[in-house]
């Protein structure tokens, strides 16, 4: 059983994201500083470029990237319809099934139109599809940064002789990647057993109600 809806968790999620974004322009020393970031650059020794000037900072353009990133997720959770949905449609649905048919899960399934099944579950399409994306993203920007961290950079390297992608390996970056891919690993998990339940919950339905 899901303790905490992923609706909840993508919520609580998108507004965390919106005060690190926040953090990151007003005073980034407070994420840079922080005991979690420390601890994280120390056990796996990766290492942190000083950075002379904001100019050259790439924490203002995370933030508006985590900005955007939340406030997508806002307005896909506000503009897919929750999995009440689905209970809320279980009186429509159950004249509609073919009472002829074994209650096997796959048949009873079968029994509702395609499109409605659809419909119905385009919640959990979305956000499993999204997880997983941003988990993979996450992921590979974890590794590019930890694969990299031994490649001459180290805490005594200025910024200004960094450029391009070379400027997110640091510890800031690679713990934000690392809780974000655990973050969206849970989202997935949480998103497929919810969908798992909601679905086992409608073939039981139909099993009571022949």
Known sequence: ???VSSKTLIQVHAVLL???AGYLI???EMIVDSDMVFMMGEALKIDFPSI???QQSPFTFCAVLLFVESLIDLVLLSN????EALDEALPYIRPLRNGNLPAEDLQVLHNLPEYITKSLTVYWAVWI???GCKFAVYAGLAFFIYQGRMDGVSAYTSAAALGGLDLLRNRVVFTFAFLEM???FWAFSTLRQERQERLT???EDTRNME
């Not at 897919?80 to 999995?83: D, E, T, V």
């Open 1 to 3: 059983m899901v303790l």
């Open 182 to 184: 655990m973050f969206w």
């Open 80 to 83: 897919i319809p929750f999995h």
């Open 52 to 54: 002379s000037s904001p």
């Open 201 to 203: 919950k409608l073939l």
């Open 26 to 28: 007003k005073n980034p």
């Open 18 to 20: 919106l005060v690190i």
């Open 129 to 131: 599809a999204v997880a």
